[in-house]
């Protein structure tokens, strides 16, 4: 009996860390949303759409492949067969991406694009809206929480780990601007589903978190 898992919450609050991680002990496939609403932002950078302009942020979707691939080192994102991987964690995506989600048709898009990859149960898919929209009816649902002061934290060791600069007062004001932005918009926004198991990071390790989850889907 496979399953559909979905992991929700604020920014940084480590829920692509867990959801690899279940994935793997669960041979399940793994599905990054916040990675396709970053590709397109990239891709929009790159032809300077206006990120406000749905229509044109739309057609550009329409005319826009994102693939998600399972690799050795994690996950590569490529846009139109480009390996964007690097360049869509950086500070201008990041910082724009909240922009371009908050468009109701390209969310629909998306959405679609979503359940499609969906499909097949054995999904970990994290994001935002996954267990309110994408899936609905997934199995299992998990809302992840942690402090601004603790995710801003573990993003600024993941940077500098990764030999990005990075500078934490300013990753707390990123973090909470997107939430913000991810919490205020109109189509659907970053919401904890009504039936979805809300756990508290702040002080749990990645293990202690990757545990919980595992129980809540073995009950
Ligand atoms: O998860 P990640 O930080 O990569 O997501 C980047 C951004 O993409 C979020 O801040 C949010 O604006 C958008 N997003 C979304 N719905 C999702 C996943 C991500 O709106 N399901």
């Keep these: ?38 590709a397109l932002t990239y891709k929009a950078l790159q032809k300077d759409i ?10 550009l979707l329409q005319q826009t492949t994102i693939d998600l691939q399972q690799s050795n080192n994690g996950q590569s994102v490529l846009v139109d067969g480009e390996d964007v991987t690097r360049e869509i964690r950086g500070q201008q995506v990041t910082g724009q991406v909240s922009v371009v989600a908050k468009h109701p048709a390209v969310r629909k898009e998306m959405v679609a694009r979503q359940k499609a990859l969906a499909a097949k149960r054995g999904v970990v898919m994290d994001g935002r809206d996954i267990g309110t929209h994408v899936l609905p009816d997934a199995e299992v649902k998990i809302f992840l ?48 589903a009504e039936d979805a198991v809300e756990i508290d990071t702040t002080s749990l390790s990645i293990q202690g978190v990757t545990d919980r989850i ?6």
């Design 214 to 219: 595992l129980e809540v889907v073995k009950n």
């Design 50 to 59: 206006d990120l406000e302009d749905e229509q044109a942020l739309l057609q």
């Design 1 to 38: 009996n496979q399953l559909a898992i979905a992991i929700d919450g604020p920014a940084a609050a480590g829920k692509s860390t867990v959801a690899k991680l279940i994935a793997e002990e669960l041979s399940y496939i793994y599905i990054d949303t916040g990675a396709m609403y970053r």
């Design 145 to 192: 929480v942690a402090s601004v002061q603790e995710r801003a934290e573990r993003r600024h060791k993941e940077n500098q780990e990764k030999g990005f600069a990075s500078d934490l007062e300013e990753l707390k004001r990123e973090i909470e601007k997107r939430d913000q932005l991810d919490s205020e918009r109109e189509a659907s926004p970053l919401i904890k």
